[in-house]
């Protein structure tokens, strides 16, 4: 098994700064993609950014220039950090990992989620 354990939500004024942690633990042979989503109240989740084992990068169009995700292969975790943040990103942001273990090549995995709030 695999537990993804995520960190650094919080409370924020507009145009702050948030860095959100994802740590994965547990039987991990590698790492293929690590993801960050968000659901905001009354919408569905939607991918914000993401990440391959390689370090390719992708973000939705509505973060570009402002979110910046990074990961740490030693310490399989994977980073987001948000600058210049508005009150629309405010949401429940869900860390996401597909993992290659022994015995398959792609297994998914979420974090428990953490609360970003950003005040007008």
């Known amino acids: 098994q695999v537990q993804l354990v995520e960190s650094g939500g919080g409370l924020v004024q507009a145009g702050g700064s948030l860095r959100l942690s994802c740590a994965a633990s547990?039987?991990?042979?590698?790492?293929?993609?690590m993801d960050w989503y968000r659901q905001a109240p009354g919408k569905q989740r939607e991918l914000v950014a993401s990440?391959?084992?390689?370090?390719?990068?992708n973000y939705v169009d509505s973060v570009k220039g402002r979110f910046t995700i990074s990961g740490d292969n030693a310490k399989n975790t994977v980073y987001l950090q948000m600058n210049s943040l508005k009150p629309e990103d405010t949401a429940v942001y869900y860390c996401?990992?597909?993992?290659?273990?022994?015995?398959?090549?792609?297994?998914?995995?979420w974090g428990q989620g953490t609360q970003v709030t950003v005040s007008s």
């Open positions: 990440i391959t084992g390689g370090g390719s990068t």
């Open positions: 547990g039987r991990i042979f590698s790492i293929n993609a």
């Open positions: 996401n990992a597909d993992i290659r273990s022994e015995t398959s090549p792609h297994r998914y995995y």
